[in-house]
Every structure is written in C-alpha cells, then in structure tokens.
C-alpha cells in the first residue's frame, strides 16, 4: 500500500531527510562525548586540521558523495561510519513514521532511535556507556510514556532487575569481561520507552541477535578473545521489539 499512497510517499521522503539532519548531529555526540567536549562548541569542523566546515561540507551523505571521501581543505580521508549513521537515522526515521504515523508514539520512538545510535556507536569505538546520555535518556523516555506510565515504570523495573541479577552472577565466573552497569544501565533506558511488553520481546532478541553475531565472529577468526560491546545488540533488540514485537507475541500466544 506505501507505494499507492502519496502521502506516505511523501512523508517517508520528508521523515528520512530529516533523520539525515538529525543524524549529522548524531555524529557530533558520537564522536564529542567520549572526548569530554562540548556539542555545541566549537562549530563542526575538520578534526586533521580543524578548519571550520561550510554549509556545503555539512549536507547529510550527499557532501561526503561530492567530497569523494576526503577533507575539502586537507585532503584528510573521512570514516564513512558519518554517512552511515546520517543514512541509517534517516532510514529508521522514515521507517518508523511509515508505522507510527504522526503521534506522540512517533516522537517517542524517534528520541528512542536517536540515544540508541548514540550509545550504539559509541559502545563500538570506546566500549563505554555514558550515564550523561543514558539516564537523562530514561527521564526522558518515561515523561514521553506518561499515558501509559505503569508500562514504562515495570519495564524500568524489569530491565534493571533482570540486568542487576546478569551482572552479579557474571562478576562471580569473569573477573573481566561480562555485563557491566552500562548495560544495566542502557536496558533502563530501553525499558522506560518500550515498556515491559517489548521489553521482554528486546531482552530475547538482543542475546539472540548477540548469540548469533558472535557465533559468526568465533568462526571467522577462532583465537579472537576481543570484547565484543553488547550495547549494539540491545539496540537491534529494541528496534525488532518495536517493528515486529506485537506480531511475535501474538505468533507465540497463537502457538497454545
């Protein structure tokens, strides 16, 4: 039906350019955060030779397209981890609001999608979570879920728990490794917008989405004893939980 519809047309085009927008921003936190710096200040620039960069350095994807990869001004290769998070906020956007339409879900779920990137990313690079994204991120999470706020409030209760009791155990067999409180921490925040519903659905997807990943990982190179960030995976959780989590439920319950 999307593609018989103008005005879903329309505004998945509209929702997926401004999650390119968004998504630059995105990358500023990425890559600011972690080093201590303010994301506001100084304005976006080169980080080889820190010349500010003009409004056409700064149009999501297509400058990086253009630019062929490179600093404008130093010739200094760009990561292209910058227009793939400004193609996937983008996509997802877009995405969501094909789902949610325009509705308080639509925005909570954006802010959602947001923060996930965020910590995803930054888990990937630095293998930490910041308490400065995630629990203003849970505030905010459970304010945007006040209609239903019950739902918001055990599914905070359950990931924190459930996050809490993995961490104990995994402190008495790894004395490195295992879950650690960004996770736990991650989870709340997960919980206070997806509720206890998806919550559970994210719980058991994300170590199913881990479980494999890391099979794949094992096998490819058999000696690797590299962490590997479970943030990233909680994240896939969610987003699953949230397009497809009522269909699963409804799938499994159909089974009895």
């Not at 936190?29 to 100084?42: A, D, M, N, Q, T």
């Not at 155990?169 to 650690?180: C, D, I």
């Not at 960030?229 to 269909?247: C, D, H, K, R, W």
Request: proline letters at 4%; charged letters at 10%.
């Amino acid at each position: 039906m999307l593609f018989f519809n103008h005005y879903k047309v329309f505004g998945f085009i509209v929702f997926f350019i401004f999650g390119t927008v968004v998504g630059s921003f995105l990358n500023v936190v990425i890559y600011r955060v972690p080093k201590g710096e303010s994301i506001v200040f100084p304005p976006s620039h080169c980080t080889s030779c820190n010349h500010k960069l003009s409004t056409l350095d700064l149009i999501p994807i297509l400058s990086y397209i253009a630019l062929r990869g490179k600093c404008r001004y130093c010739g200094e290769r760009i990561s292209p981890i910058y227009p793939f998070v400004e193609a996937l906020t983008g996509l997802l956007f877009a995405l969501l609001y094909v789902k949610f339409d325009i509705s308080l879900v639509l925005l909570k779920y954006l802010v959602l999608v947001s923060l996930l990137i965020v910590v995803s990313f930054i888990d990937i690079r630095e293998q930490l979570v910041f308490d400065s994204i995630v629990i203003p991120g849970a505030v905010c999470g459970f304010l945007l879920s006040l209609p239903t706020w019950r739902d918001s409030l055990f599914g905070i209760l359950f990931f924190f728990v459930v996050y809490l009791i993995i961490i104990l155990v995994s402190k008495l067999f790894y004395k490195e490794g295992g879950m650690g409180e960004g996770d736990l921490t991650t989870g709340v925040m997960i919980g206070a917008f997806i509720g206890l519903r998806l919550g559970i659905v994210s719980f058991l997807l994300s170590f199913i989405v881990g479980a494999i990943v890391g099979v794949i990982l094992l096998i490819r190179n058999k000696d690797s004893k590299a962490e590997i960030p479970f943030v990233p995976y909680m994240s896939i959780g969610a987003l699953l939980a949230i397009f497809f989590g009522n269909y699963l439920i409804s799938f499994y319950l159909n089974l009895f």
